[in-house]
């Protein structure tokens, strides 16, 4: 087998440009935490990442990053703002509701309170011992429990009580301060 001159010219510049074009070529190619494409520099060892405006550097790549985390760090403070917001505007809500129902409670009991002041200053109205189950009855109102033992009785206003015998007053104990007594 014989080669001729063209031949010994011919593959060694195949060889060289196969090496060239083909194989290996500049760069390697491979994948970062198998989402980005990456490029690497076989001479350089210079690394480039495809992102969504072209193949960046490194180095570039970090300036990307310190973006996104002022970017987040400004997402981060605007929901803390509106979280304080949101939450001033519940406390005022509430603060609003409460007030609006302390103020009715108290008007309640200011009317209450009169219409004590208007009933124990009536003379008619105060029971004594030896008085009626009426004479209480009218004075106090209906009890909010009785209790019977035998010929005993005895009338409960809150933790004030009044003590029946034979169905008269027989003494009494006046703990809550609201019975209307002689």
Do not use: C
């Not at 196969?18 to 935490?33: A, M, Q």
């Not at 109205?125 to 109102?141: E, H, I, L, P």
């Amino acid at each position: 087998m014989k080669f001729s001159k063209m031949s010994y010219i011919i593959v060694p510049v195949s060889i060289i440009l196969f090496g060239l074009f083909v194989y290996p070529t500049l760069y390697k190619y491979d994948k970062l935490e198998q989402q980005y494409p990456v490029k690497i520099n076989r001479i350089t060892g210079e690394v480039q990442i495809l992102r969504g405006d072209g193949w960046i550097t490194t180095a570039d790549s970090n300036i990307y990053e310190d973006k996104m985390l002022a970017y987040k760090n400004e997402i981060e403070d605007l929901i803390n703002r509106q979280n304080d917001e949101i939450a001033a505007q519940v406390t005022e809500a509430v603060k609003e509701e409460v007030l609006d129902e302390v103020t009715e409670q108290l008007a309640s009991v200011e009317q209450e309170i009169t219409a004590y002041k208007e009933h124990k200053t009536d003379a008619e109205n105060y029971f004594t011992q030896g008085d009626s189950m009426d004479k209480v009855k009218s004075a106090m109102g209906t009890p909010d429990s009785i209790s019977n033992v035998g010929p005993y009785d005895t009338w409960y206003y809150g933790r004030s009580s009044v003590k029946f015998h034979n169905d008269v007053v027989s003494g009494w104990d006046n703990n809550d301060g609201n019975l209307m007594i002689k």
